[in-house]
Structures are given as structure tokens and as C-alpha cells.
């Protein structure tokens, strides 16, 4: 698992855009070792903040979208 930095959107290094009003973006990934997959999970400050709750539901849906034939998942 990992959570990436907060990402600023629009991203511009134009001065008279640095102090308007910027929305924060945030990616969290999960890495299948096994498979070599990554799944990433992308959401906007007004969806969702960065709460334990957040990332409950992120890695219950990462869960739950598994093979039916994985026994054991360790975080």
C-alpha cells in the first residue's frame, strides 16, 4: 500500500495561478506481489478526505474485487 502525496490540481508553475484556489487530489495504491497488478484509488477533496474510514473502505474494496480462489491477504 501506498498514498502518494497530495497532488494539486490544476498543476501550474505560472505565479499568477500558485494562489488560486487549487483542488487537492489524492492517489492510494494497492500492489498485488503475487500478480504484479497495481490497482489505484483516485479521489478529490470533496469526495473524500484522508480519514482511517477512507482508507477502510478503499482496502475493503480491494478486498471484495479479489479471485474467490485467494485464501490469505496480508496488508
Known sequence: MNLQ???L???SFSSA???KRK???HNFTL???VSGEGTCYVWHEG???LEA???ASLITDYIKSLDESV???IL
Open 71 to 73: 485464501e490469505t491477504v
Open 9 to 11: 490540481c490544476p498543476k
Open 31 to 33: 500492489y498485488d506481489i
Open 23 to 25: 483542488l487537492a487530489v
Open 47 to 49: 469526495e473524500g478526505g
Open 5 to 7: 502525496q497530495v497532488l
Open 53 to 55: 474510514k477512507e482508507f
Open 17 to 19: 495561478v500558485y494562489y
